[in-house]
């Protein structure tokens, strides 16, 4: 699932408001992910049209980042909110988790018998 980072803290740019969009219809999704916690990426906030814009706002708003991938916002709109990702959304995920701690600087503590 190729995807497109669209980072903006300002909430100007409007291909990133249009994560996942069909024509005229946003999705969004959120998810949270607690490394520090044995849990895996659950979906938090899903949601279509002006719920997919509010969604958006309120990253925007408190600075999270947004990814624009229209597929994986495809797949993670169809599991049910507080819900873990399916397993055909790991790999995808993984590598936003990735790149957005590589961004913030934050280095990951590689699991056991395995890395971050």
């Given amino acids: 699932m190729a995807g497109k980072n669209s980072w903006d803290g300002d909430g100007g740019d409007q291909p990133a408001r249009k994560a996942g969009a069909r024509p005229g219809r ?31 706002e309120l990253a925007f708003a408190h600075g999270v980042k947004v990814r624009t991938d229209p597929d994986l916002a495809q797949v993670l709109a169809a599991v049910e909110v507080d819900t873990v990702i399916p397993v055909e959304a790991f790999v995808a995920v993984a590598e936003i988790l990735a790149y957005v701690y590589r961004a913030n600087g934050r280095v990951v503590s590689p699991t056991p018998g395995g890395t971050a």
Wanted: charged fraction near 20%; proline fraction near 10%.
């Fill in 26 to 56: 946003a999705v969004a999704v959120a998810l949270h992910y607690d490394p520090d916690q044995p849990d895996l990426p659950k979906v938090v906030a899903s949601g279509r049209g002006s719920v997919a814009e509010q969604i958006l």
